[in-house]
């Protein structure tokens, strides 16, 4: 056998050698590290709103630690005896802000923010509301329609977008939404609304001076639109004029004196003179006007 042959075989051993080892490798199992977790307290049924939570409603769940929602609970007892702000899905994690602080109390009062306050329209100074659609948890629109403040516009009708943005507490006193998602509008009796102390001083005036309707937005509407006061002239059934300024009497005027008509003196009479002819005479008479 000559060298050359030798040299040949012996390269070849090689790599195939060297390719066997790298196919292995690649053919071999690779360990990955395991993520870092952190357990994080999640619902273990569904919560409804306004519910003080107890231990037996919550468990823990591993999450890795890069998705941890914020303000994630991680200690049960931190859930524990507080109230819910909104309703708890199975297995959804707990968030600090989505319960009331500890010692709050139970009921609607508890979940009310600090700064803000709960209040309810009644039935007479409200609308029967988007059909009986609205429900706890929805945002709306406040609109007051007012009757003779505007003496300018027919009847002085007219209505303004009195707030914006504002949350459903309860429906009477419902505080969760039915299964079917719709209240009966026979049975709306009132409706609470989530809003500050000026709001509240500005709903309480409307609802006594006029009547208030509420408009459904959409939740992730978080935009003010910008509204005008809409009169019976956008309908066109009425014209707006400037009011009549009162009609002032012109003031009389003195009776005008009649001036003397001046007559021309008469003059005296002018003597006659007559003329008079005799035969071949003539002669004349000169007579004087008594």
């Given amino acids: 056998m000559s060298i050359r042959t030798v040299l040949i075989m012996a390269l070849a051993l090689v790599f195939g050698g060297s390719a066997a080892v790298g196919i292995g490798k690649l053919r071999a199992p690779q360990t990955v590290a395991a993520p870092e ?5 999640v619902a273990a049924v569904d919560v409804p709103r306004f519910t003080t939570v107890s231990a037996d409603m919550l468990k823990t769940q591993e999450y890795p630690k890069d998705l941890v929602p914020p303000e994630a ?20 994690p707990i968030l600090n802000r989505k319960l009331a602080v500890r010692g709050a109390g139970r009921g609607m009062a508890a979940i009310i923010p600090l700064g803000m306050r709960a209040f309810t329209i009644q039935t007479p100074s409200i609308s029967a509301g988007v059909a009986g ?37 309860a429906v009477d006193q419902r505080v969760e939404a039915p299964t079917d998602n719709k209240v009966d509008v026979k049975e709306l009796r009132s409706v609470t609304l989530l809003v500050t102390p000026d709001q509240a001083s500005r ?13 459904l ?21 009425g014209e707006d004029r400037p009011p009549e300024a009162p009609k002032q009497e012109k003031p009389r005027e003195a009776p005008k004196q009649e001036k003397p008509v001046s007559r021309p003196t008469p003059k005296p009479p002018q003597p006659i003179h007559v003329r008079t ?4 005479h003539e002669g004349g008479v000169l007579i004087q006007p008594e």
Avoid: M, W, Y
Wanted: no cysteine.
């Fill in 37 to 41: 977790t952190v357990a994080v307290v």
């Fill in 277 to 280: 002819l005799r035969g071949a």
């Fill in 133 to 169: 659609f609205i429900l706890p948890g929805n945002k709306v629109d406040v609109l007051l329609t007012v009757s003779g403040h505007k003496a300018s516009d027919a009847n002085g009708a007219s209505t303004v977008t009195l707030l914006q943005q504002v949350e459903i507490l």
């Fill in 217 to 237: 937005r959409n939740p992730e509407d978080k935009v003010s639109a910008d509204t005008r006061l809409a009169t019976l002239r956008d309908l066109g059934l």
């Fill in 203 to 215: 709903l309480n005036l409307g609802q006594n001076k006029g009547v208030l309707h509420l408009s």
């Fill in 73 to 92: 609970l991680t200690n049960i007892e931190d859930a524990v005896g507080r109230v819910s702000f909104s309703p708890l899905v199975k297995d959804e």
